[in-house]
């Protein structure tokens, strides 16, 4: 009993610390997913070059879309005229980063590595959008013309419908879809991943002595590696994967090896290779890895220096949790908003 009250306490506390971010980041999420239209990130994305890289790796930081999700997203993009160069920035830069995973980031690891890993997914994102630009972009389908609803000039992407849903574009409506999507749509695909990667790092924080850390992941290069062979084959969201990351922090792993983790991870997996070897070819795909490995190993060294040069301290807010600077029955009453909007949205 004593090991599962410790287990579950770990867990909880965890899930304290980031629920009321969460649902902060959940709601933004929803406004982007409202106010930020598609056909609007695609008209920045169609040319083959570094300003086409640039716009889409900024376009896909806040963004709340997991590694899976971004796929259709990409492809849809790609069907209205983005460039490859574009694509990969932008499936680097979604999936790694998201208005949610922001916030839970600052309340796990503090506001130094919140900041970094935005700073850094979006170098990331650029090394692996310049790297496509070494291969031709020789599949590039144009947008092509699109009917217009005659009230708002809206572009309709259905062909069967020659006008806008016009009673969604007062306030109201679109407040109550952000609410949607923010609670019910993204928690659909994200709660299963954001429970499961609760679990693990309480697991982690109570299970795992800080021995197991300093003997076989104290070197800072084998250990960035090992993060590297772990998160490029790895399906995990971009939040999930942030209590993992904190409770190996807490027993030592040094930061730069967390944060390859929360770079690929995120951004990659099994799936995303197969479609970028489909749609833009095998060479194409191994570029992406290389282009995705060399920059998140630099970023990481990087950050580790970054870390000892400002003499950064790891919070510790899984044991010391009024930290947050929020009062203790504000993360409560948040857990419990968080689980219930993760309930209601497995129901179909």
Not at 161 to 182: D, I, P, W
Request: with cysteine; proline share 3%.
């Amino acid at each position: 009993m004593n090991i599962v009250g410790g287990f579950l306490l770990e867990t909880v506390n965890l899930f304290n610390t980031m629920s009321p971010y969460l649902l902060f980041g959940f709601f933004v999420a929803g406004l982007l997913k409202v106010f930020l239209k598609e056909d609007f990130v695609a008209r920045h994305l169609g040319t083959h070059d570094f300003m086409s890289i640039l716009k889409a790796s900024i376009f896909g930081i806040p963004l709340p879309l997991c590694s899976c999700g971004v796929i259709s997203t990409a492809l849809g993009l790609r069907k209205q005229g983005a460039s490859k160069a574009a694509i990969f920035s932008f499936m680097i830069s979604t999936p790694t980063t998201g208005a949610d995973s922001i916030f839970a980031t600052y309340a796990l690891l503090g506001g130094f590595y919140a900041g970094f890993r935005v700073f850094a997914t979006f170098v990331v994102a650029l090394i692996v959008g310049a790297a496509a630009l070494l291969i031709k972009d020789n599949n590039k389908v144009g947008q092509g013309k699109k009917d217009k609803c005659p009230h708002c000039h809206d572009e309709v992407k259905d062909e069967s419908v020659t006008a806008c849903t016009h009673e969604q574009n007062n306030l109201g409506s679109k407040l109550k879809l952000a609410f949607r999507y923010g609670f019910y749509d993204l928690l659909k695909d994200s709660g299963r991943s954001i429970l499961l990667g609760v679990l693990i790092g309480g697991a982690i924080a109570y299970f795992i002595p800080t021995t197991f850390v300093e003997n076989y992941l104290g070197n800072v290069w084998l250990s960035m590696a090992i993060m590297l062979v772990i998160g490029i084959p790895m399906y995990v969201c971009s939040t999930g994967s942030i209590p993992i990351v904190a409770a190996l922090m807490m027993k030592g792993l040094n930061p730069g090896a967390g944060f390859v983790f929360l770079i690929t991870g995120p951004a990659t997996n099994s799936v995303s290779f197969a479609v970028i070897a489909r749609e833009f070819g095998t060479k194409s795909m191994v570029l992406f890895l290389i282009s995705l490995v060399l920059g998140s190993l630099t970023m990481g060294w990087l950050f580790n220096w970054a870390w000892g040069f400002w003499n950064m301290n790891f919070p510790m807010l899984m044991r010391h949790h009024h930290m947050t600077g929020l009062p203790m029955w504000m993360n409560y009453i948040s857990s419990v908003v968080l689980l219930g909007c993760i309930l209601i949205s497995w129901k179909k």
